[in-house]
């Protein structure tokens, strides 16, 4: 079965860092592309980052970029979004997603930005 | 970077009615356009990528067209089950990005 598994979400405070995780299976991790996406409360999709199949290739929504890093371990089947300078905004669901596409989602893990 | 723009945000129908939403590129992607819906609590689901491919298992009464800037979702006739938030996303180029989402409510 495949599966992506996001975990790492936290409550923290305004300036801080955070590490989310997203763990694969079920597939070959390292022939796909991968994403980050997130849900603020209340609001629509926003795309945050990808990452290309060999990690060569790294893209960022504009909001993120410069705070964010997105990384990935072939050999561990995992995805990271190493997330600093967090804002209120930066307050969200985190979804990881598989392909170049984006066709197949995870459950999401929440990030709170709050002091 | 693209802009998706998505319409409308919002709108209330009835069972068996037909629906269209439309989202608009702000440079051309060729068929590079998915579509998605996500019911409250849960997971989006894509329901039609290559802009009009069906995605496995999803109903006939989903269709997508569109090729360029211009793209439709077309219900053909609700289900009690399609109420719900439907978004379009453009992969033709990074970041990749999403329309604002049509909310569908029920009439």
């Known amino acids: 079965e495949v599966q992506v598994v996001a975990s790492g979400g936290d409550l923290v405070q305004p300036g801080g860092s955070l590490r989310l995780s997203c763990a694969a299976s079920g597939f070959t991790f390292s022939i796909y592309a991968m994403h980050w996406v997130r849900q603020a409360p209340g609001k629509g999709l926003e795309y945050v980052s990808g990452i290309s199949s060999n990690g060569g290739s790294t893209y960022y929504a504009n909001s993120v970029k410069g705070r964010f890093t997105i990384s990935r371990d072939n050999s561990e089947n995992t995805l990271y979004l190493q997330m600093g300078s967090l804002r209120a905004e930066d307050t969200a669901v985190y979804y990881c997603a598989r392909g170049r596409e984006v066709e197949f989602w995870g459950q999401g893990t929440l990030v709170t930005v709050s002091s | 970077d693209i802009q998706m723009t998505q319409s409308p945000s919002a709108m209330s129908a009835s069972v068996g009615d037909r629906v269209t939403i439309t989202c608009r590129a702000s440079q051309g992607i060729s068929n590079n356009l998915a579509w998605f819906q996500q019911k409250p609590g849960k997971v989006p689901k894509r329901l039609i990528y290559a802009s009009s491919s069906l995605q496995s298992g999803v109903p006939s009464r989903f269709s997508g067209s569109g090729s360029g800037t211009e793209f439709t979702l077309t219900i053909s006739s609700l289900q009690p089950e399609d109420f719900a938030t439907y978004y379009c996303?453009?992969?033709?180029?990074?970041?990749?990005?999403f329309g604002q989402g049509t909310k569908l409510e029920i009439k």
């Open positions: 996303l453009q992969h033709n180029s990074y970041p990749y990005t």
